[in-house]
């Protein structure tokens, strides 16, 4: 069954760089056949997706972030991340990683990480 | 891109009874491509359904999704204890997938 960890910094000051990683367990990445996404919750709010990734570093970004997102894999890790550059305070969100099915750049997820609390505060 | 509107945003009743959400699209979801999700307090979503009706992985039967185009409906034919969460909606027929605002299904 896999299993999925995110890690990274907590607290982030405005115009910075967000970096998380998502650690998976149980399954490799490299098997293909599932995209790795980035998924963020505001407080008290709905899910924004925010992309995802192919093991081959294929990707794709919700326009409305494009500009801002990185996402990279590291198969022989077993990993995934995430950069967002520059942050302000309306990237306070809950981060998610998860495991997707992707049709036309567009996901599901069927797996998710805990999740991870970044907040964005000088 | 498409908004998901789901109703209603809070839906109280009582373990036994049947719960219907709903979720209404701005546009057409492509291919039935609309996913639902479970969330608890505390925890992450959990998805329940995919293709509007296929029942993910250990989905108990009660479960049950339907519809087209841009309606589409979950159902909870008799809600157990542990039914009790927020309830969402995503497409992801067309880029970006999308979420709906959520319902929250809560004991009366």
């Known amino acids: 069954q896999v299993q999925l960890q995110e890690s990274g910094p907590g607290l982030v000051k405005p115009s910075q760089t967000l970096s998380l990683t998502c650690n998976v367990s149980?399954?490799?990445?490299?098997?293909?056949?599932?995209?790795w996404s980035w998924i963020r919750q505001h407080p008290g709010k709905a899910l924004e997706w925010i992309g995802c990734?192919?093991?081959?570093?294929?990707?794709h970004y919700n326009p409305s972030l494009k500009s801002r997102v990185t996402m990279s894999v590291d198969p022989s890790k077993n990993q995934f991340s995430l950069r967002l550059s520059p942050v302000t305070a309306a990237d306070t969100a809950l981060y998610y990683c998860?495991?997707?099915?992707?049709?036309?750049?567009?996901?599901?997820?069927?797996?998710w990480g805990q999740g991870t609390l970044v907040t964005v505060s000088s | 891109e498409i908004v998901l509107t789901q109703s209603p945003g809070t839906l109280s009743l009582s373990p036994g009874e049947r719960a219907t959400l709903s979720c209404r699209a701005s546009?057409?979801?492509?291919?039935?491509?609309l996913a639902w999700y479970q969330q608890k307090p505390g925890q992450a979503p959990r998805l329940l359904m995919y293709?509007?009706?296929t029942r993910a992985t250990g989905i108990p039967d009660r479960f049950s999704g339907s519809g087209s185009g841009t309606d589409f409906t979950l159902t909870i034919s008799r809600l157990e204890p542990e039914d009790f969460a927020v309830y969402y909606c995503?497409?992801?027929?067309?880029?970006?997938?999308?979420f709906g605002g959520g319902t929250k299904v809560e004991i009366k």
């Open positions: 546009q057409s979801v492509s291919s039935s491509y």
């Open positions: 995503q497409q992801y027929g067309s880029s970006p997938a999308t």
């Open positions: 149980g399954r490799s990445i490299n098997s293909g056949g599932h995209y």
């Open positions: 998860a495991r997707s099915l992707c049709y036309a750049g567009s996901c599901y997820s069927d797996s």
């Open positions: 990734i192919y093991y081959n570093g294929r990707t």
């Open positions: 293709g509007a009706s």
